[in-house]
């Protein structure tokens, strides 16, 4: 039995009550009086819901003011029943699901007493119905079915009949009335008429208890045994499964607001992680060669209008000399630098190969190297060469044939070491290492063309110093070509060496021009794209918020039900999870035709392993951030102010 002695309880300098004194025991009891005399709260401090109060409230004993979080879960899941105006239902859940609710606290739901009690009340026939769907008197029934699976020693009711019709408040009152035979039973009401004789009354006026009509109160001082309520993981998932079915447009929500900002998100990112970027440069590369990254170092050449075709000529003719010696070697570990090879041309090139004589006709220009098409540069410390693949075309063999094959070549090479050009005959027996591509796209006045430079040969250092021997060639400074790694190397080496006095010669314009429209095109749909995936997660976020708020009024159905913070952290970790696992697979399945819109309004191809696990990743990180948001709601939501209590 309730004892409850001297409580007063002040709003705003106000009482609410004052002073009252009162003994509830079991049967049936009525608190009445006009509205704002102070009804619900007492019901709310008898309860526990209200704690901060003058004077003392006990149950059996138990002091009421002092219950801790986990003796009021266990209080609300099996001591204490609570009937309420407008039911406190969740509306999208059947009735069978709203009465199993507080026992999935419990590590056992006694199905046989659902099923009795359900028959009790007469609504055995409405057990798979939405609650949503059902009258009025039909809910407050299904109310109280879930109230007493719970097999509380209490049942508080404020208003139960007050949202009801004269034929569903008589029944209710009925019910409530049969119930009091065995419990304690405490019903708010100002509708005296529902009071029957053999009842104890006790009025309220302005916070004071003014009659008390009491028979000797029924004791009952059952020690409460405070046994533990508990989600399991199991039962956090049944939830959230029901949860899930039940509310299917918020599913639908939560999930997609989960893929889009992963989607964004993954946009955003995939500049670094899968370079999207390259397709202008592919272009660049299959309409010149690769060729259009390298860059040649000579020791002297005649800069324009000195050769007087096509050439400016207002421009001055300059004879440029400069100093490369020792160069080729630092750039043989440059890591922006695929390939170095010296630009050594010969003439009246003669082959011999397996016992086969093969004559190269001589085109008079500089060695060209479009693409290796078998083996690797000669830049080993063997004596190796790298031989065009219209030779390898003569020999009849296919180009990895080639590699290893031993050749014996002679040439002619020009010794301009006098000032005048002396043709020397060189010789040497080589290993082939490697097959080049020797075409050579240039485009002149708009028209391109395309040509093979036949007797570009290349050869290791080792190699061409004993040829240069033979010529009587003197110093090491030997034209060299270098292939840059990628368009922005290119530039930075160039740049390099002109600080150095060393002018290169290449296409650097044409690159130049592309890396700029590349670095301004990327840093524009990067920033663009990073203000859309912020939105994005605002979006989520906000989605996660808005359907928490919306929710308010359930977790607080949960939270007098007997579920602490923790219990429902649990399960709303489950929906998340459920919806972020959704979202991902969709994200996978549907990854086609979401890379068809990620590559039409971003340019980013997300069809690759790394991105699309990233996406994945980004999903989960998603939810895992919305779930935090609805967390942040649901703890911070008060029972007792999301639920409209008595007639207030
Ligand atoms: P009843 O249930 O009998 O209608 P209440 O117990 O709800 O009355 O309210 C008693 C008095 O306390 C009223 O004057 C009401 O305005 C005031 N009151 C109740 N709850 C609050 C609150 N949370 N904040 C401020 N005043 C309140
Ligand atoms: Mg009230």
Same mark, same amino acid.
């Given at each position: 039995?309730?004892e409850?002695?001297?409580?007063?309880?002040?709003?705003?300098?106000?009482?609410?009550l004052?002073?009252v004194?009162?003994?509830?025991g079991?049967?049936?009891?009525? !608190?009445?009086?006009?509205?704002?005399?102070?009804?619900?709260?007492?019901l709310?401090i008898?309860?526990?819901?209200?704690?901060?109060?003058?004077?003392?409230?006990?149950?059996?004993?138990?002091?009421?003011?002092?219950?801790?979080?986990?003796?009021?879960?266990?209080?609300?899941?099996?001591?204490?029943?609570?009937?309420?105006q407008?039911?406190?239902?969740?509306?999208?859940?059947?009735?069978?699901?709203n009465?199993?609710?507080?026992?999935?606290?419990?590590?056992?739901?006694?199905?046989?007493?659902?099923?009795?009690?359900?028959?009790?009340?007469?609504?055995?026939?409405?057990?798979?119905?939405?609650?949503?769907?059902?009258?009025?008197?039909?809910k407050?029934?299904?109310? !109280?079915a879930?109230?007493?699976v719970k097999?509380?020693?209490?049942?508080?009711a404020?208003?139960?009949t007050?949202?009801?019709?004269?034929?569903?408040?008589?029944?209710?009152?009925?019910?409530?009335? *049969?119930?009091?035979?065995?419990?304690?039973?405490?019903?708010?009401?100002?509708? %005296?008429?529902?009071?029957?004789?053999?009842?104890?009354?006790?009025?309220?006026?302005?916070?004071?208890l003014?009659?008390?009509?009491?028979s000797?109160?029924?004791?009952?001082?059952? *020690?409460?045994?405070?046994?533990?309520?508990?989600l399991?993981?199991?039962?956090?998932?049944?939830?959230?499964?029901?949860?899930?079915?039940?509310?299917?447009?918020?599913?639908?929500?939560?999930?997609?607001?989960?893929?889009?900002?992963?989607?964004?998100?993954? =946009?955003?990112?995939?500049?670094?992680?899968?370079?999207?970027?390259?397709?202008?440069?592919?272009?660049?590369?299959?309409?010149?060669?690769?060729?259009?990254?390298?860059?040649? !170092?000579?020791?002297?050449?005649?800069?324009?209008?000195?050769?007087? %075709?096509?050439?400016?000529?207002? *421009?001055?003719?300059?004879?440029?000399?400069?100093?490369?010696?020792?160069?080729?070697?630092?750039?043989?570990?440059?890591?922006?630098?695929?390939?170095?090879?010296?630009?050594?041309?010969?003439?009246?090139?003669?082959?011999?190969?397996?016992?086969?004589?093969?004559k190269?006709?001589?085109?008079?220009?500089?060695?060209?190297?479009?693409?290796?098409?078998?083996?690797?540069?000669?830049?080993?410390?063997?004596?190796?060469?790298?031989?065009?693949k219209?030779?390898?075309?003569?020999?009849?063999?296919?180009?990895?044939?080639?590699?290893?094959k031993?050749?014996?070549?002679?040439?002619?090479?020009?010794?301009?070491?006098?000032?005048?050009?002396?043709?020397?005959?060189?010789?040497?027996?080589v290993t082939?290492?490697?097959?080049?591509?020797?075409?050579?796209?240039?485009?002149?006045e708009?028209?391109?063309?395309?040509?093979?430079?036949?007797?570009s040969?290349?050869?290791?250092?080792?190699?061409?110093?004993?040829?240069?021997?033979?010529?009587n060639?003197s110093?090491?400074k030997?034209?060299f070509?270098?292939?840059?790694?990628?368009?922005?190397?290119?530039?930075a080496?160039?740049d390099?060496?002109?600080?150095?006095?060393?002018?290169?010669?290449?296409?650097?314009?044409?690159?130049?021009?592309?890396?700029?429209?590349?670095?301004?095109?990327?840093?524009?749909?990067?920033?663009?794209?990073?203000? !859309?995936?912020?939105?994005?997660?605002?979006?989520?976020?906000?989605?996660?918020?808005?359907?928490?708020i919306?929710?308010?009024?359930?977790?607080?159905?949960?939270?007098?039900?007997?579920?602490?913070?923790?219990?429902?952290?649990?399960?709303?970790?489950?929906?998340?999870?459920?919806?972020?696992?959704?979202?991902?697979?969709?994200f996978?399945?549907?990854?086609?035709?979401?890379?068809?819109?990620?590559t039409?309004?971003?340019?980013?191809?997300?069809?690759?392993?790394?991105?699309?696990?990233?996406?994945i990743?980004?999903?989960?990180?998603?939810?895992?951030?919305?779930?935090l948001?609805?967390?942040?709601?649901?703890?911070?939501?008060?029972? =007792?102010?999301?639920?409209k209590?008595?007639?207030?």
């Amino acid at each position: 039995m309730f004892e409850i002695k001297n409580i007063s309880k002040k709003y705003n300098d106000d009482y609410a009550l004052n002073s009252v004194t009162l003994e509830i025991g079991k049967g049936l009891n009525f !608190i009445i009086g006009a509205s704002g005399s102070g009804k619900t709260t007492l019901l709310k401090i008898i309860s526990g819901m209200e704690q901060e109060f003058d004077g003392q409230v006990s149950y059996n004993n138990k002091d009421i003011k002092t219950l801790t979080n986990s003796e009021k879960s266990y209080f609300y899941n099996s001591v204490f029943g609570f009937v309420w105006q407008d039911f406190n239902l969740i509306e999208d859940l059947t009735v069978l699901e709203n009465i199993k609710l507080p026992q999935y606290l419990k590590d056992t739901q006694n199905q046989r007493e659902i099923v009795k009690i359900m028959k009790d009340l007469k609504i055995s026939e409405l057990i798979n119905q939405k609650v949503k769907n059902l009258s009025g008197g039909q809910k407050q029934r299904v109310a !109280i079915a879930r109230e007493l699976v719970k097999n509380p020693d209490v049942i508080i009711a404020d208003e139960p009949t007050s949202a009801l019709d004269e034929k569903s408040s008589k029944v209710t009152m009925d019910i409530l009335r *049969e119930i009091a035979k065995v419990k304690t039973v405490i019903i708010v009401t100002h509708d %005296t008429s529902l009071i029957g004789t053999n009842s104890n009354v006790f009025e309220l006026d302005k916070g004071e208890l003014i009659t008390k009509h009491q028979s000797e109160p029924i004791k009952t001082t059952k *020690e409460q045994a405070s046994l533990k309520c508990r989600l399991s993981l199991k039962n956090a998932y049944s939830i959230a499964i029901t949860n899930t079915k039940r509310k299917i447009g918020k599913f639908i929500i939560t999930a997609s607001s989960l893929l889009i900002a992963a989607t964004l998100l993954l =946009v955003s990112v995939s500049g670094t992680i899968g370079d999207s970027s390259t397709k202008m440069f592919d272009t660049l590369f299959s309409t010149y060669g690769d060729g259009i990254l390298d860059i040649n !170092i000579v020791g002297s050449f005649t800069s324009a209008g000195g050769t007087g %075709t096509g050439g400016n000529k207002d *421009e001055p003719k300059a004879d440029v000399k400069q100093n490369i010696g020792g160069m080729y070697n630092k750039f043989l570990n440059d890591d922006r630098v695929s390939h170095a090879v010296f630009l050594q041309a010969f003439s009246n090139i003669k082959i011999t190969a397996e016992g086969k004589e093969y004559k190269i006709q001589t085109s008079n220009s500089v060695p060209v190297v479009n693409k290796l098409t078998a083996g690797k540069m000669p830049m080993g410390s063997g004596n190796e060469v790298v031989v065009p693949k219209s030779f390898i075309e003569k020999m009849n063999i296919t180009d990895k044939q080639a590699i290893g094959k031993t050749i014996s070549f002679k040439g002619e090479v020009y010794n301009w070491d006098s000032g005048q050009p002396i043709i020397m005959p060189v010789t040497t027996d080589v290993t082939i290492v490697g097959v080049v591509d020797t075409t050579v796209i240039s485009e002149y006045e708009g028209k391109k063309s395309e040509y093979s430079v036949d007797d570009s040969f290349f050869f290791s250092k080792s190699a061409l110093d004993k040829m240069r021997a033979q010529g009587n060639m003197s110093g090491d400074k030997i034209n060299f070509s270098i292939r840059a790694k990628t368009p922005a190397d290119m530039i930075a080496i160039k740049d390099e060496l002109n600080a150095k006095g060393i002018v290169p010669l290449g296409r650097f314009e044409l690159v130049e021009d592309m890396v700029r429209l590349n670095t301004q095109t990327t840093a524009q749909s990067g920033s663009a794209t990073t203000l !859309i995936s912020v939105l994005s997660v605002i979006l989520a976020i906000a989605v996660a918020l808005i359907t928490a708020i919306m929710r308010k009024r359930e977790y607080a159905i949960y939270k007098v039900s007997g579920f602490n913070n923790k219990n429902i952290n649990l399960f709303s970790f489950a929906e998340f999870n459920i919806a972020a696992i959704t979202a991902a697979v969709l994200f996978l399945v549907a990854s086609p035709l979401i890379n068809k819109g990620t590559t039409a309004f971003f340019h980013a191809d997300i069809l690759n392993g790394k991105l699309l696990i990233t996406g994945i990743l980004l999903v989960v990180a998603m939810g895992v951030v919305s779930y935090l948001a609805e967390l942040i709601v649901a703890v911070k939501t008060n029972a =007792v102010t999301a639920l409209k209590t008595g007639d207030r």
